[in-house]
């Protein structure tokens, strides 16, 4: 079992920064496939960054059209922990985020919502203009 636990929302006027952070326990040594959705009051959860990871190395692997040049998820290996750093933030941002992870898997579409397992809570982030 793996357990995710999402941190680092909060409130931001445009054009500042965030960084969220993902720790994850459990059997979450092999996971392969990690990301972060946001989901908007009355919109579909959507994909924003991925990553494909495998023992130590970690491979970014796509970005949403919407964050790319302003988004950039990372991890602490020792720490166990995927970040995702926001930057030039905008109003059309906020949103719920999530992370999200699964096992095995290969060449699937990873921001797709319907390939991962495994769910944090989420972390608001709230972009004011």
């Known amino acids: 079992q793996v357990q995710l636990a999402e941190s680092g929302g909060g409130s931001v006027q445009a054009g500042g920064s965030l960084r969220l952070s993902c720790a994850a326990s459990?059997?979450?040594?092999?996971?392969?496939?990690m990301a972060w959705f946001r989901q908007a009051p009355g919109k579909e959860r959507e994909g924003v960054a991925s990553?494909?990871?495998?023992?130590?190395?970690?491979?970014?692997?796509a970005y949403a059209d919407s964050v790319k040049g302003r988004f950039t998820i990372s991890r602490d290996n020792a720490r166990n922990t995927v970040y995702l750093q926001m930057n030039s933030l905008k109003p059309e941002d906020t949103a719920m985020y999530y992370c999200?992870?699964?096992?095995?898997?290969?060449?699937?579409?990873?921001?797709?919502?319907?390939?991962?397992?495994?769910w944090g809570q989420g972390t608001q982030v709230t972009v004011s203009s």
């Open positions: 459990g059997s979450s040594t092999s996971l392969n496939y």
């Open positions: 990553a494909y990871t495998w023992d130590s190395r970690f491979s970014p692997l």
């Open positions: 999200a992870a699964r096992f095995g898997g290969n060449s699937l579409n990873s921001l797709s919502p319907s390939i991962y397992n495994y």
